[in-house]
């Protein structure tokens, strides 16, 4: 079996938790293969007395990987989900961050989780990615998020008017600083904290939140994911911030932009001892009302 490392970099106290991992990944004769950056970080502080195959990159990672283990927080999972791209490799994701939506398996657990990679009793959960088509190339190889496509003015500049299609019929304008079109697992994201409601990450849907709306009987909508979502941008400068997950890039307002469905899924790790209304309550802390 051979399970992939991926990490930003992990914090001194967090050393005898790699440590951890490595001692559990041999005891099922597991084979780690690390991220070369995350490998080059952690050599000379870690215990590592073996030699380990490293990737550079998502052409390094074939068909002989099991799994995916991302070390950190979200934007860590964020970072795995743009290196396994359509080889449906499952993600596992440690939180070694804080607050954990996506990385939801706590450090405590790593020993289980192991163990449930092992003997396969582990649940696959697909979540549904939203691809950016564009009338000039942007963001790569990598035209896709999991959790948001985001279109924001830039600094301190005027708010920009969003004018927003649906499968070619139009469906509002958007007077605001931004406009955020989430996936189900986005919608615990920067839309949940734009006001918008939270979405199953089964629900096959789209939810499109404004960022501080100028008009207050604008709310966020939910519409189902076989729609095109198409925009027209207006504003008074040239150019406006378009955003997948952590990404961005400068566009012009002359560009044109639409998002859909993509073509393929992420499939992400869950221990049967945890779901999603779990989540919901461990994060949100949902249910800690004393009146409850």
């Known amino acids: 079996m051979r399970i992939a490392i991926y990490s930003r970099g992990i914090e001194n106290n967090q050393q005898n938790d790699m440590q951890l991992l490595l001692q559990e990944l041999k005891k099922y004769n597991i084979e780690p293969v690390f991220y070369q950056d995350f490998f080059n970080q952690i050599y000379?502080?870690?215990?590592?007395?073996?030699?380990?195959?490293?990737?550079?990159?998502?052409?390094?990672?074939?068909?002989?990987?099991?799994?995916?283990?991302?070390?950190?927080?979200?934007?860590?999972?964020?970072?795995?989900?743009t290196l396994?791209?359509?080889?449906?490799?499952?993600?596992?994701?440690?939180?070694y961050g804080r607050l954990g939506f996506l990385a939801s398996i706590g450090k405590e657990d790593l020993h289980n989780a192991i163990k449930a990679l092992v003997h396969?009793?582990?649940?696959?959960?697909?979540?549904?990615?939203?691809?950016?088509?564009?009338?000039?190339?942007?963001?790569?190889?990598?035209?896709?998020?999991?959790?948001?496509l985001t279109l924001h003015k830039k600094d301190s500049?005027?708010?920009?008017?969003?004018?927003?299609?649906?499968?070619?019929?139009?469906?509002?304008t958007y007077w605001a600083d931004g406009l955020i079109v989430a996936t189900p697992t986005g919608s615990t994201a920067y839309s949940l904290s734009c006001n918008g409601p939270v979405v199953f990450p089964d629900s096959g849907s789209f939810v499109i939140t404004p960022v501080a709306p100028h008009n207050l009987n604008i709310r966020p909508i939910v519409v189902p994911d076989n729609n095109i979502i198409s925009f027209e941008i207006e504003g008074r400068t040239d150019s406006f911030i378009c955003a997948l997950d952590g990404r961005r890039e400068l566009v012009g307002k002359e560009i044109q932009l639409a998002v859909r469905k993509e073509n393929f899924g992420i499939n992400l790790v869950r221990l049967n001892e945890n779901n999603f209304l779990q989540t919901l309550r461990n994060k949100l802390s949902w249910g800690l009302d004393k009146r409850n």
């Open 84 to 95: 396994i791209r359509d080889k449906e490799i499952p993600i596992l994701g440690i939180n």
């Open 157 to 172: 500049s005027s708010m920009i008017k969003i004018h927003t299609y649906l499968n070619g019929e139009f469906l509002n």
């Open 120 to 148: 396969q009793t582990y649940v696959l959960e697909k979540r549904t990615l939203i691809h950016l088509d564009a009338s000039v190339p942007l963001f790569g190889e990598v035209p896709y998020a999991f959790n948001e």
């Open 44 to 81: 000379s502080s870690v215990n590592i007395n073996t030699s380990y195959s490293t990737f550079n990159s998502s052409d390094d990672l074939d068909k002989t990987i099991d799994c995916i283990i991302s070390l950190g927080g979200d934007g860590t999972l964020l970072d795995t989900v």
